[in-house]
């Protein structure tokens, strides 16, 4: 089966201002793609929010709370779409000279890590 992977990330540069570090990445089967986007467009309209926009879980706001909340109890309703996410707590802990890695590296490593 094939799937479609869709990554993000968010404070992952060595020197931003956060300690903290998250990656994540949603995935589904190839198949199921077309359903998902329609069940999402249904989702927008029924809040009032255009087709086209993208969504940011950092610009949620009271007024888009139903919209979030709706993105939210879909995925865990649809046995199709999968998270998985890696925490970072505190970036500065890293021990890349222990490992002979670069931070970009390290970073790579953890999208591609299969456990």
């Known amino acids: 089966m094939l799937y479609n992977v869709y990554c993000d990330e968010t404070c992952h540069l060595k020197h931003d201002s956060s300690n903290a570090m998250v990656l994540g990445a949603v995935w ?12 999402i467009r249904q989702i927008k309209k029924r809040n009032n929010v255009s087709e086209t926009m993208e969504l940011k879980w950092t610009k949620i706001s009271p007024a888009k709370m ?7 109890n879909y995925f865990f309703d649809d046995d199709d779409m999968h998270f998985r996410g ?10 890349h000279v222990r490992y002979n890695q670069t931070h970009d590296t390290w970073y790579y490593k953890m999208y591609f890590d299969k456990n």
Do not use: A, G, H, T
Request: aromatic fraction near 4%; charge should be positive.
């Open 66 to 72: 139903d919209l979030y909340k709706d993105l939210v």
């Open 86 to 95: 890696v925490i970072i707590p505190d970036k500065s802990k890293l021990n």
């Open 28 to 39: 589904c089967p190839q198949s199921k793609l077309r359903e998902i986007n329609e069940r």
